[in-house]
């Protein structure tokens, strides 16, 4: 009997894979990802040589197109994001509506789809301008939205980029200056922030990056595909776990710094309390962008004469975990967001905008799989499943029920 026929008598093999443990959805050149070996690799490259050698916007156009850009694309990409730098003045009155005390990861979801009304919301794929131009908008856009969705928390005037300064220090500008005041560049921060980005630009098919090329499969259009990457990674067991672990490591502290007491909760299968940054779907050892980050967070500590004792706490939590049995058994390392939203909160981030931070990281990956999936003609996403509920039933009236 041939594959055909066998469709249409059985549907099709369906296999059950909850979480999607063990299913691949795409073929993709982007990202290598080891996580038995801890290997992490964009287009090839080694994200231990990318975050000290290239700027977040070069891995940004090496993800997207590939190659690493020649000087001359790099001067092309960086002046054609920042001609899209600003955002439709009625974009304020949306801002203006939400209540002050929204968190920026709704702002920032609801402001990317917004786009979509004073942009064409989709593009005509066969035509290169046209997707170099919907990527190069919001790549200029997206961190402007952020800077006004933080705003908006502080109840600060919205800032417009200034151009004349390099993308991470456009953003830190954008987020924190008060016109009336002078505003300070510090060099080390801006680094720190570039290779935090840098490490958190790609990680293939997680489950925002998942969420953005499923979207976009049904050729819905790049800023309503990303929208939902942002929402997929709110989440507090993904993206939002930065957050979550500055709040664990905050209520360790006001706790009198028990760690141990937190280490036995996390073990306790009553207790639905899990360690913050703590394990992988995939890196079975370590986290390569962790090994990073914690060195990152070391130096930014020194540079800056920072004393945060929440610091200690997680140096001391990692240590206890990795040094105890269930966390061994199950090979449960400390991923990338253990020590981001400590950067974060040493650059001045409030907890709120450590997932949009993370967000403002992956777009250029969101981006890129967005562009791989279109380009591959690849069909609509649209997984089965295992129907378990009723056979047929007779329908009762109001009367009968
Ligand atoms: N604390 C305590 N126990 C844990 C933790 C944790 N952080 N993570 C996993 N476990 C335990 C589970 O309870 C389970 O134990 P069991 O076998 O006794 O039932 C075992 O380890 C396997 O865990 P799963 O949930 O099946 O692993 P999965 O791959 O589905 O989940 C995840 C991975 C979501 C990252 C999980 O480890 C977790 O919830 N971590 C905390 C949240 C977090 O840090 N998320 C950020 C991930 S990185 C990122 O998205 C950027």
Redesign the pocket.
Known sequence: IDIKSLRAITNGIITIDP?F?NTGSCESKITFLDGEKGILRHRGYAIEELTKKASFLEVAYLIIFGELPTKEQYVKWEKDIKHHSLLNEEMKNIIDGFPKKAHPMGMLSSLTSALTAFNPATVDITKEEQIYGAITKLMGKFPVIAAWAHSKNLGTPLNYADNSLDYIANIMQMMFRIPTEKYVMNPIAVRALDELLILHED?EQ??STSTVRIVGSSEAGLFASVSSGVSALWG????G?NQ??LEMLENIQKDGGDVEKYINK??D?EDPF????????VYKNFDPRARIIKKAADELFADLGTNDPVLEIAKHLEEVALNDEYFAE?K?YP???FYSGIIYRALGFPREMMTVMFAIGRLPGWIAQWKEMRLNGEPIGRPRQLYTGYALRKFKSFEER
């Open positions: 979480g443990k990680h997680n489950c507090r067991l993904h993206g776990a979550a672990v996390a073990k299968k899990r360690l913050m940054g703590f394990g992988h779907r199950r449960l991923n990338v967001d």
